[in-house]
C-alpha cells in the first residue's frame, strides 16, 4: 500500500549526512540534548516564598525556581475550582525556555503534584502525535501542506476500509494543513501510509524528543512512540490513535521547537541555586536543538493556526459572534482520546480510572502567532461527564499570562517615567517649587513685604 521508492530513501540518508556535516545532530545523541544537568530538585518540596517558588537541591542547597506566582497561582487555582479527576498546565518562556508555570493536581489523589502529572508521560500522545507526522509528511515524505487525501470515512475511528482508496465512494477531500488543524484522522492516516515508513516516522519522533531522554533538573519521563510494522496499526499510531505517550512538558516543548522556527529549547527551571553552606552554585543551562528546519516550522505553525481559527479548538477561543476571546492571535493542536484498557495502552496515573473510564483531553501552542513569547501544555482527564477541556484552561492561562505582561510593562513604564516635582498642597505641576518662593507668595498674600 505504500509508494515507498528508493528516491526518498536516498534523499533522506542525503540530507541526514548533510546535517551531521553542518554541525546539526539528531535526537538520542548527548550532542543533541546537551550535558546532563548537574542539579537534581526536588519538586515535591517546593514551596513558594517571598522571592518566588525554591525547591531543596539533593545533597544539599537550595534552588531558585523561574516560575512565576502569578501565573503559578492561575494554574493551581483552575485546576482546583475545576474539580478535574486529573490535570496539568505547563507554560514555557521562548525563545529561553524557562519555565513559568508546571502544575499538576488530582481531585482522586491529592498528593499528587507536578512531579506525577506535569513531568511523567501517564497520557497518550493522542492527535498531539499529528504535529510529529506533519513534520515527517513534509520533510522525509516530501509532501506539501496543501496535499490532499479523499476519504468517505474514518474521521474518528480507523478501520481497514476506510485506508482503501475507493473513487466511487470517497467523495470529500482534505488537505494536510486543514487536516491538522480539524483533525481528520483518515486524512492523515492515508496521506502518512502512502509517504512514510515506520523507520521514517519513526526518526522524526526521535527528533522530536520520543524515546529521548530530555535533560531536566528533576525525572522528567520519557515518552514513548512505538511505529508498528502492520499498516493498519501504523496508519492509526500517525494519526495519534495509541502507541504513543506524551508528558506536559515535554508537549509544551513541542509546541515550543514550532514557535521557535524550529529548534526545541532546552527546558531551565532553576534561576538561582546554592549549597548547603549558601555559596552560589553553577546552574546548568541545557542547549536548545534543532528538530526541524524553519521552514517546515513555518508550515507547521499554520496548520496549528487553522486549530484556532477553523479547527477544534475555534469554539473556545471565540464567542458566538465570532469575535475573538484574547487580543492576540493562538496556534495549538488538539487532542481526544478514551482510555480503552487494552494491552500497550499507556498507563494509567496512579490513582486509576474514574467509574473504568478516562477522557484524555489535550491542547498544546503557543501565542502571540506573530511574534511567539510562550508555548503551553494543557491536559485534563475527565470522567464520561467532563467539567472542562483543555482549550478552556489554556485559555485561561493565557488570560493570566497576558494580564501578567500588562502589569510588568505598565510598572516597567511607570518607573522610567521623568520624576516631576509636588506643589505643597500635594500636586504635580512638572514644575520646580523652592520653598523660598512658597514662602514669598505666602507673605504677599498676607500683606507683608517681599524679601
Not at 504535529?131 to 475511528?157: E, F, M, N, Q, R
Request: with cysteine; charged share 20%; glycine share 10%.
Amino acid at each position: 500500500m505504500r509508494s515507498l521508492g528508493p528516491t526518498r530513501t536516498i534523499v533522506e540518508h542525503f540530507v541526514a549526512s548533510l546535517m551531521v556535516l553542518c554541525g546539526f545532530a539528531f535526537a538520542g545523541t548527548r550532542a543533541a540534548h546537551g550535558q546532563s544537568p548537574s542539579l537534581e530538585v526536588d519538586l515535591r518540596a517546593m514551596k513558594a516564598g517571598k522571592d518566588g517558588f525554591a525547591a531543596p537541591i539533593a545533597g544539599g542547597g537550595r534552588a531558585r525556581l523561574t516560575l512565576v506566582p502569578d501565573l503559578q497561582e492561575a494554574a493551581e487555582r483552575h485546576l482546583a475550582d475545576s474539580e478535574i479527576p486529573y490535570g496539568a498546565v505547563v507554560m514555557i518562556s521562548i525563545p529561553d525556555g524557562k519555565i513559568l508555570t508546571l502544575a499538576g493536581r488530582s481531585e482522586l489523589d491529592p498528593r499528587m503534584g507536578p512531579v506525577d502529572l506535569a513531568l511523567k508521560a501517564w497520557a497518550p500522545a493522542a492527535s498531539i502525535f499529528k504535529i510529529v507526522t506533519a513534520a515527517a509528511l513534509v520533510t522525509a515524505g516530501g509532501i506539501s501542506p496543501d496535499a490532499k487525501a479523499c476519504y468517505a470515512g474514518g474521521l474518528h475511528g480507523i478501520g481497514p476500509q476506510d485506508l482503501r482508496d475507493n473513487p466511487r465512494l470517497d467523495k470529500r477531500c482534505e488537505s494536510l494543513k486543514v487536516a491538522v488543524g480539524r483533525s481528520q484522522n483518515v486524512v492523515v492516516a492515508k496521506l502518512a501510509l502512502k509517504h512514510l515508513s515506520p523507520s521514517s516516522l519513526g526518526r522524526t519522533a526521535r527528533d522530536f524528543g520520543f524515546g529521548q531522554r530530555i535533560p531536566f533538573v528533576a525525572d522528567l519521563e520519557v515518552s514513548a512512540a512505538k511505529m508498528p510494522s502492520d499498516d493498519l496499526e501504523f496508519a492509526r499510531a500517525a494519526a495519534g490513535f495509541f502507541h504513543s505517550s506524551l508528558s506536559p512538558l515535554h508537549g509544551a516543548l513541542i509546541a515550543a521547537t514550532v514557535a521557535n522556527g524550529g529548534l526545541m529549547p532546552g527546558p531551565i527551571l532553576v534561576r538561582r541555586a546554592t549549597d548547603g553552606s549558601g555559596r552560589p552554585r553553577p546552574i546548568p543551562t541545557p542547549r536548545g536543538r534543532r528538530v526541524v528546519g524553519p521552514k517546515t516550522a513555518r508550515a507547521l505553525g499554520a496548520m496549528m493556526e487553522t486549530t484556532v481559527t477553523l479547527g477544534t479548538a475555534r469554539s473556545s477561543f471565540r464567542d458566538r459572534r465570532g469575535r475573538k476571546f484574547l487580543p492576540f492571535a493562538v496556534a495549538g493542536k488538539t487532542g481526544s482520546l478514551n482510555y480503552r484498557g487494552r494491552k500497550g495502552d499507556p498507563p494509567m496515573p496512579r490513582a486509576g480510572l474514574v467509574s473504568n473510564y478516562l477522557q484524555y483531553n489535550w491542547f498544546v501552542g503557543y501565542a502571540p502567532c506573530e511574534k511567539p513569547k510562550v508555548a503551553f501544555a494543557t491536559i485534563v482527564a475527565n470522567p464520561a461527564k467532563w467539567r472542562i477541556k483543555a482549550t478552556y484552561l489554556a485559555r485561561r492561562m493565557l488570560e493570566a499570562w497576558w494580564a501578567k505582561e500588562k502589569s510588568d510593562k505598565a510598572k516597567a513604564s511607570a518607573a522610567k517615567a521623568p520624576q516631576t516635582a509636588s506643589s505643597p498642597d500635594g500636586r504635580r505641576d512638572g514644575r520646580t517649587v523652592s520653598a523660598a518662593s512658597t514662602s514669598n507668595r505666602s507673605a504677599s498674600r498676607d500683606g507683608l513685604p517681599k524679601i
